[in-house]
């Protein structure tokens, strides 16, 4: 199984401030998946296949990476972006989701 | 408009059963894989079953393998997750998801609104 580890567990950022949240893998997988859970509701994809936007995501998300490490970069943080985000491998079974940052605004 | 509905949860005694449902619209169901994916409170999501477009394969994590079984009715356009000798931890939200595969990477991209289910005595 891959293990996913995601950092920071939680973070704040100010708004207009530049976040980045991490995904390691414990071995190399072929893309990653990105989801947004907001408080009480259920999880949204929000970037697929390591850099895709899915639907209505706002431009100023992006997704990187390859191998083992994996991140989704927010270029100018804004209120509405407070989520908890998970990333998800499903390169091998069993699918695996990492622990999730909780993302807050200063 | 895709929608994906569950139904079934309730609080349920420790080894006893319950049967998840989710009705799906808005798209072709039996041209899609299906999952559960399920949320203990406060905690992170876990993978828990997916089934494949026929039904003829599926698949399951170690930790509900032999107690929980994946089925769907194509023509109904339903999932259904029979949850047998349930035990406290699996407590939690369940999730039903749509499983996208149509291409080299793979993705759950719609999900219900979830179902609670409960195992306490």
């Known amino acids: 199984e891959i293990v996913l580890t995601q950092s920071p567990t939680t973070m704040a950022a100010s708004p207009g401030e530049k976040v980045t949240l991490n995904c390691l893998a414990s071995s190399s997988v072929s893309y990653m998946n990105w989801y947004q859970q907001k408080s009480g509701a259920s999880p949204k994809l929000w970037i697929y296949g390591t850099s895709n936007l899915a639907s209505g995501v706002p431009n100023r998300f992006s997704g990187s990476g390859s191998g083992t490490s994996y991140s989704l970069t927010i270029s100018s943080m804004e209120a509405e972006d407070v989520a908890t985000y998970y990333c998800l491998q499903l390169s091998s079974y069993p699918p695996t989701f990492g622990s999730g940052t909780k993302l807050e605004i200063k | 408009e895709v929608q994906l509905v569950e139904s079934g949860g309730g609080l349920v005694q420790p080894g006893r059963s319950l049967k998840l449902s989710c009705a799906a619209s808005g798209f072709t169901f039996s041209n899609y894989y299906m999952a559960w994916v399920r949320q203990a409170p406060k905690k992170g999501l876990e993978w828990v079953a997916t089934i494949s477009t026929s039904g003829s394969r599926t698949y399951y994590p170690d930790s509900v393998k032999g107690r929980f079984t994946i089925s769907r009715d194509n023509a109904k356009s339903s999932l259904y997750l029979q949850m047998n000798s349930l035990k406290s931890e699996d407590t939690a939200t369940y999730y039903c998801?749509?499983?996208?595969?149509?291409?080299?990477?793979?993705?759950?991209?719609?999900w219900g609104q979830g179902v609670m289910v409960t195992v306490s005595s």
């Open positions: 998801a749509r499983l996208h595969t149509m291409g080299p990477r793979h993705y759950f991209d719609y």
